[in-house]
């Protein structure tokens, strides 16, 4: 019951929120096509729902050869790769918008793990493969919420930044979403939505430790 209640509430909720956000939608389509290399939007391939492959929908922030380029899957602060309004949807999260059409396409959520690419999704060791994506990757989650600094700290990291993310993030971003899966249920979502917004208001918050006192604990510094 509560995965037909949440797709229900994914198609109405997306349907709203893309009638709300068309008049900001609008503005940014034309600063893309009038900037940097004129692309509008970004999609790739993504681990989702069982692991199964789809196209994620993103405004574009990054030169169309990034892949190729730097450090390849993983972004550092100030980034060379990211155009100068990338950064902008970047730092405000605009440039995940599109992914509503992925959650009326149903190959997304609102809530859920965040769909990585194949190559990130490999540094997961054998056992976290066949646990984070056995629920639907959503637009937000958990692991999006702690770890929103991502890119500070792979950039401040006294490591190189893929043995940062293998050794450090990747396992902790594993655990909140063995976490999350353990406690769904529409409270977990709402706080989850909830936080996100309060987040990008209010960026050094301690406010998720707090309302999810059970989270498994950080064993590293930022």
Same mark, same amino acid.
Not at 47 to 55: D, L, R
Not at 62 to 76: A, F, I, Q, R, Y
Not at 129 to 135: D, M, R, S
């Given at each position: !019951?509560?995965k037909?209640?949440?797709?229900l509430?994914?198609?109405?909720?997306s349907?709203?929120?893309?009638?709300?956000?068309?008049?900001? #939608?609008i503005?940014i389509?034309?600063?893309?096509?009038?900037?940097?290399?004129?692309?509008v939007?970004?999609?790739q *391939?993504?681990?989702?729902?069982?692991?199964?492959?789809?196209?994620?929908?993103?405004?574009?922030t !990054?030169?169309?050869?990034? /892949?190729?380029?730097?450090?390849?899957?993983?972004?550092?602060r100030?980034?060379?790769?990211?155009?100068?309004?990338?950064?902008f949807?970047?730092i405000s999260?605009?440039? =995940?918008? +599109?992914?509503?059409?992925?959650?009326?396409?149903?190959?997304?959520?609102?809530?859920? +793990?965040? +769909?990585?690419?194949?190559?990130?999704? *490999?540094?997961?060791? *054998?056992?976290l493969? =066949?646990?984070?994506?056995?629920?639907k990757?959503?637009l937000?989650?958990?692991?999006?919420?702690?770890?929103?600094?991502?890119?500070?700290?792979?950039?401040t990291?006294?490591?190189? /930044?893929?043995?940062?993310?293998?050794?450090?993030?990747? +396992?902790?971003?594993g655990?909140?979403?063995?976490?999350?899966q353990?406690?769904i249920?529409?409270?977990?979502?709402?706080?989850?939505?909830?936080?996100t917004?309060w987040?990008?208001?209010? /960026?050094?918050? *301690?406010?998720?430790?707090?309302? #999810?006192?059970?989270?498994?604990?950080? =064993?590293?510094?930022a």
């Open positions: !019951m509560y037909i209640i949440k797709r509430l994914d198609i109405i909720l349907l709203v929120a893309m009638i709300i956000l068309l008049p900001l #939608f503005p389509i034309i600063i893309l096509l009038l900037t940097g290399e004129h692309e939007f970004f999609r *391939d993504r681990v989702g729902y069982h692991n199964q492959i789809f196209k994620i929908w993103k405004f574009a !990054m030169l169309k050869n990034s /892949p190729n380029m730097g450090h390849g899957d993983v972004t550092v100030k980034d060379p790769r990211i155009t100068s309004f990338g950064r949807l970047r999260k605009l440039n =995940e918008l +599109p992914q509503i059409i992925n959650i009326l396409t149903g190959d997304m959520s609102l809530v859920g +793990p965040r +769909p990585l690419m194949k190559v990130g999704f *490999d540094r997961y060791t *054998d056992e493969k =066949e646990k984070v994506y056995q629920v990757p959503g937000t989650g958990i692991g999006s919420i702690v770890f929103r600094d991502e890119e500070m700290i792979i950039t990291s006294s490591l190189a /930044p893929h043995e940062t993310y293998r050794t450090m993030i990747l +396992p902790y971003k655990a909140l979403e063995v976490w999350y353990q406690h249920s529409f409270y977990t979502d709402f706080m989850i939505i909830f936080l917004a987040y990008i208001i209010f /960026p050094k918050s *301690d406010l998720v430790n707090k309302v #999810f006192p059970s989270l498994p604990k950080r =064993e590293f510094v």
